[in-house]
């Protein structure tokens, strides 16, 4: 199976990582938190002390169009909260 996890840049991470030392990733739905974990000191080579998961629901969407009213919904996802050890940190700017 493979697992696809991506980094979330936002404020609201940012501040978390300067505030906690812990860094916000964007995993597929099926994943658990052991395959994450291994997956971010695979990639990122540093030690993870902890992880935790939400999974974001879809929201609804609607719009306006000349055929009508078009509705929707977006797919939910899972947001993975990962923890690295005192003293280390990832840089996800270092290859530009």
């Known amino acids: 199976m493979e697992i696809s996890i991506t ?4 404020e609201a991470a ?14 597929s739905p099926s994943a658990n938190k052991c395959q994450i974990k291994s997956l971010v000191e695979q ?3 540093v ?13 609804n969407k609607s719009r306006w169009t000349k055929s009508g ?3 929707g919904k977006t797919s ?3 947001k993975a909260y990962v923890t690295v050890a005192d003293g280390q940190s990832i840089e996800f700017f270092s290859n530009i």
């Open 76 to 78: 939910r996802w899972k």
């Open 43 to 45: 990639l990122y080579g």
């Open 7 to 10: 980094p979330i840049i936002t």
């Open 47 to 59: 030690k993870v002390a902890n992880v935790n998961t939400a999974v974001m629901r879809g929201k």
């Open 14 to 27: 940012t501040k978390l990582t300067e505030k906690r030392n812990c860094y916000t990733f964007r995993v």
């Open 69 to 71: 009213l078009l509705k």
